[in-house]
């Protein structure tokens, strides 16, 4: 896909700011610190579009980016941040689920695992929702770059058991670039622009 445009629209703190225009969205959710910020960039060819490392602040936003002026890349809040106030933790799954249930133009979530982790509980509470809402999900393990080629298939064939998933997941990483044109592929696929 060529990037011709990538522009932040809204950091959304609830539903009432979610744009309601028809462009397809696809939307990015894992635990703080997976890589959903880096990847995001990365698939944008951007430095900085989507800042990385911070520490999650006070609310938790939903950011959405549009792309080629065209369709939108939405960031959802991470979860699982050890330091997060209670408010915060508590937040993430109404507003999540709140935005899987309503969004008619979702296309499909990219749900992103840390190649090196244990998927946790609310890992599996996200697909549990994907399920229930019949939303498209599309698996990538991300920092491969830190796992040889062995650990890598490993992790795969790991997380594809341990979390019930029909395929393998991708395996990704926003630092060497790999996975990211298949990542592209099946995105492309679910815009239904291929
Ligand atoms: N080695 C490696 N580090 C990564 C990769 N992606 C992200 N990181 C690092 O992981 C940390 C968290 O990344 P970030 O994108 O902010 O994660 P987010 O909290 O999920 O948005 C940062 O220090 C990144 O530099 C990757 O593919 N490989
Ligand atoms: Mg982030």
Do not use: C
């Not at 979610?18 to 890589?35: C, E, L, M, T, Y």
């Not at 960039?41 to 549009?66: C, D, E, I, Y």
């Amino acid at each position: 896909m060529k990037i011709l445009s990538a522009e932040f629209i809204i950091s959304a703190p609830g539903p009432k700011q979610f744009p309601v225009d028809k462009h397809s969205q696809i939307a990015f959710a894992g635990r703080s610190n997976v890589g959903k910020s880096s990847i995001i960039n990365a698939l944008l060819h951007r430095k900085n579009l989507v800042k990385t490392s911070q520490t999650p602040g006070k609310t938790q936003l939903v950011n959405f980016f549009l792309i080629n002026e065209d369709f939108y890349f939405v960031d959802l809040p991470g979860y699982g941040y050890a330091h997060a106030p209670h408010a915060v933790t508590d937040a993430w799954a109404p507003m999540i689920e709140g935005y899987l249930k309503d969004s008619k133009a979702l296309r499909a979530v990219v749900v992103l695992l840390d190649s090196r982790r244990e998927p946790d509980e609310r890992d599996l509470r996200l697909i549990e929702w994907l399920r229930q809402y019949d939303i498209p999900a599309i698996f990538a393990l991300t920092k491969a770059d830190k796992l040889n080629r062995q650990e890598a298939v490993r992790a795969q064939r790991d997380i594809q058991i341990r979390m019930g998933l029909e395929d393998l997941p991708l395996l990704s990483s926003s630092k060497s670039g790999a996975g990211m044109s298949s990542l592209w592929g099946t995105i492309i696929r679910h815009l239904g622009k291929d």
